[in-house]
């Protein structure tokens, strides 16, 4: 990506949080929601980030699923990788945490980044169709309001076509490759590029070489519900911390809403994205504002700290630095160089 395009995406990214941040503060009474903070019985975030690990574990299950076709990767090497990706898209604008994950994984196993790239697109996508699936269970017991209706509307047409046609290119590898070997040799005139492209691609599908099995995507999905069942669970936990309740289904319906709603660009730790629709759809189903604001910034602060602080913590054991997220970003532009090791 070049440099401008870099800062045009961020200066987006932090005006759409700006102007959802703006909108939670022109609605809230600040004082309120201090004083609903100070009253808070802090205990449930306990058993709430214990069962989001569990929902990362079962992440990285899945990802050690996805990757298997490629190569087979122990859980146990997995899971500092995966935290170490999450803890980058909380703290790195463009999602550069997924970069640094498929960097790391290239390092420590020599599987490709293209390919690496291919599986995280592929979680992407079912985790999208998860969202999609708690809007469509929780409708007979939390119907979606609008506008939120209207997100939902084209989340599903985007989600479903990009499962529709990864799977089309995944089942037809040599007619796929026929195809963007033609496309490259009409739009790459310098052979050497074109030989780089052709190697990206042919790595990026391998990643996606899952998708041809059904078995392997009925296990993709279903490990895809139980990460967010946890994280649903989570949120069930946190609000034990506040004076409200609201069913289950409720909060199947905020992690759905909020989380299509992260897919927008955003500040690094999807600040203000997060944070209005889950504030709106607890105040649909009765949550008085300043109590719905407050049980949303601890949510949102427990989610972000947790795999933060793992996050960097595993940096350190596995030698990674700061300047490896530019390096990353790098090898991905460059077709994937010879990788560094870390130093002890």
Request: hydrophobic share 55%.
């Amino acid at each position: 990506m070049k440099r401008w395009r870099r800062w045009l995406l961020l200066a987006l990214g932090l005006a759409i949080s700006a102007f959802f941040v703006y909108r939670i503060v022109q609605r809230l009474d600040l004082q309120g929601v201090w004083l609903i903070l100070q009253r808070a019985d802090y205990w449930w975030l306990l058993p709430g980030v214990a069962i989001y690990f569990v929902g990362l574990w079962a992440r990285t299950w899945r990802w050690h699923y996805l990757l298997r076709p490629i190569q087979k990767v122990s859980l146990r090497d997995l899971f500092p990788v995966m935290v170490i990706g999450y803890m980058g898209n909380n703290v790195y604008p463009y999602r550069a945490g997924e970069v640094i994950r498929a960097w790391v994984l290239k390092r420590n196993t020599g599987i490709s980044i293209s390919a690496t790239l291919a599986t995280v697109i592929v979680e992407r996508i079912f985790d999208g169709l998860v969202m999609l699936i708690f809007v469509f269970v929780t409708l007979p017991f939390a119907p979606i309001p609008a506008p939120y209706d209207q997100v939902v509307i084209w989340m599903t047409v985007l989600f479903f076509g990009g499962l529709a046609a990864f799977i089309g290119l995944a089942l037809r590898p040599e007619l796929t490759r026929r195809l963007y070997t033609w496309i490259f040799a009409k739009i790459i005139p310098v052979e050497q590029l074109r030989t780089r492209a052709l190697g990206l691609a042919d790595r990026f599908m391998d990643g996606l070489s899952p998708l041809r099995s059904p078995a392997d995507m009925t296990m993709t999905l279903v490990t895809s519900i139980v990460v967010w069942l946890a994280e649903t669970t989570k949120y069930w936990f946190v609000m034990h911390a506040f004076d409200f309740q609201v069913s289950f289904f409720v909060l199947m319906l905020m992690t759905a809403v909020v989380n299509l709603a992260t897919t927008l660009p955003s500040a690094p730790g999807y600040v203000g994205t997060f944070d209005e629709p889950g504030i709106a759809i607890l105040t649909i189903f009765g949550v008085e504002e300043n109590l719905a604001g407050a049980y949303t910034l601890v949510l949102h602060a427990a989610l972000w700290l947790a795999p933060t602080l793992l996050g960097a913590y595993y940096m350190i054991r596995q030698g990674v630095k700061w300047g490896d997220f530019a390096r990353a970003r790098q090898a991905v532009q460059t077709s994937e160089p010879e990788m560094v090791q870390p130093e002890n």
